[in-house]
């Protein structure tokens, strides 16, 4: 974790610890409801930010598609009106005029009136939540996913573990 994203999940998890302010108690209203971030929340808010900052690197190892890497993708939080919006995989990722362009790698459940698998989906670095690709027989980034872990059975934890790099990064780049 880069320390600018150290002190982001510092600050989050001072900031849950932080007595609620007393209108929290209150009836709620648009303009009082305060919604608190559990543990969970907070380590999912911290990986997609690892993501969404790690994403040039992502790009790079992309580009490169060195030997022995595959499998690449890119989820995005995808948005259809009042359907709501549905975390996704985007593969055969590209360069658009503005941000990116990728096909739908899989069939959306909330959005599958508006989305197909198969779909070409424009999104921009933001839109971005999580990426990965296999280095070898191991997966590098899938950070929503290691997010995930302690909520896990152990087993199915440790399954999951087995198929993880150590490192999420990709290597930096050789000058």
Avoid: C
Wanted: charged share 20%.
């Amino acid at each position: 974790m880069t320390p600018a994203f150290q002190s982001l999940a510092a600050a989050l998890l001072i900031a849950a610890a932080l007595p609620q302010p007393a209108h929290a108690e209150q009836t709620p209203n648009e303009e009082t409801t305060t919604l608190p971030i559990d543990a969970a929340e907070q380590a999912m808010l911290i990986a997609i930010a690892d993501a969404q900052q790690s994403f040039p690197r992502f790009w790079q190892a992309y580009q490169a598609q060195a030997p022995g890497t595959d499998r690449f993708a890119t989820k995005i939080r995808l948005q259809a009106g009042s359907d709501g919006v549905e975390h996704v995989w985007v593969t055969g990722l590209a360069e658009a005029p503005v941000g990116y362009t990728g096909i739908l790698g899989n069939e959306p459940e909330r959005l599958s009136r508006t989305f197909t698998k198969g779909d070409t989906i424009a999104f921009g670095p933001m839109d971005v939540t999580d990426w990965g690709y296999a280095e070898g027989t191991k997966l590098r980034g899938h950070f929503t996913t290691r997010a995930r872990l302690p909520k896990m059975a152990a087993m199915e934890a440790d399954q999951i573990r087995s198929l993880l790099h150590d490192d999420p990064f990709p290597p930096a780049p050789q000058p």
